[in-house]
Structures are given as C-alpha cells and as structure tokens.
C-alpha cells in the first residue's frame, strides 16, 4: 500500500551531476527518515545520505561536500543533487522511508541506476 517511486538516473561523465528523486505515496500517517543508500556490484548497500523529519541531515564521508539531500514533507519526496560525479560513485541508487501507516516500516524503491563513466 505504500509505494516509492524513483527517478533521475543514467549516464554521466566524470564531473557532471545527476539529481535523484523519490516520492512516497499511499497510506502514510508519518514519515520519520528518508534517505538514499546505494549498492555498487559485489558490495554491500551503504548509506549515501538521509534526512529526518525535522531537516537534519547525514552524510557519508565519500560524498560530503558533492552530494546534498533535501525533503518536501508536504510532498513526501526526497531529493539527491549529486555534483562532481566520480566512476566510484557508480551503483544502483535506493530510496529508503521510515514511515507509519498501520504500522512503523521500511520501505525501499526499485533502485535506480547511475553510472559514471567517460
């Protein structure tokens, strides 16, 4: 009954930017954090960057001061500028939610992918 759709991926050169966007939709009392991990191929899916509810944010240390997330409560979305693109940056984005509906939950989007390549 809840749904995160994804959108903005593709293929960038090194340098370039992509933004991410999500948007939360369905049965939702709250959300709590929202955020953007990413999986590259043979690793595990880490943490790029989350947002609470009140606008505190969370970066990991490889995309401090290139990336920046920000969130429209109103609209449920969360949003992911990514500025000077590295080839290790290449992986497959995911939107995260912590929300209640009936209950406090998860949920993930389909995953988008953003490759960095010249």
């Known amino acids: 009954q809840v749904q995160l759709v994804e959108s903005g991926g593709g293929l960038v050169q090194p340098g370039g930017s992509l933004r991410l966007s999500c948007r939360a939709s369905?049965?939702?009392?709250?959300?709590?954090?929202m955020g953007w991990y990413r999986q590259a191929p043979g690793k595990q899916r880490e943490l790029v960057a989350s947002?609470?509810?009140?606008?505190?944010?969370t970066y990991a240390d490889s995309v401090k001061g290139r990336f920046t997330i920000s969130r429209d409560n109103a609209k449920n979305t969360v949003d992911l500028q990514m500025n000077s693109l590295k080839p290790e940056d290449t992986a497959v984005y995911y939107c995260?939610?912590?929300?209640?509906?009936?209950?406090?939950?998860?949920?993930w989007g389909q995953g988008t992918q953003v490759t960095v390549s010249s």
């Open positions: 995260n939610a912590k929300l209640k509906n009936y209950v406090l939950s998860d949920y």
């Open positions: 369905g049965i939702i009392f709250r959300i709590y954090d």
């Open positions: 947002v609470i509810s009140g606008g505190a944010t």
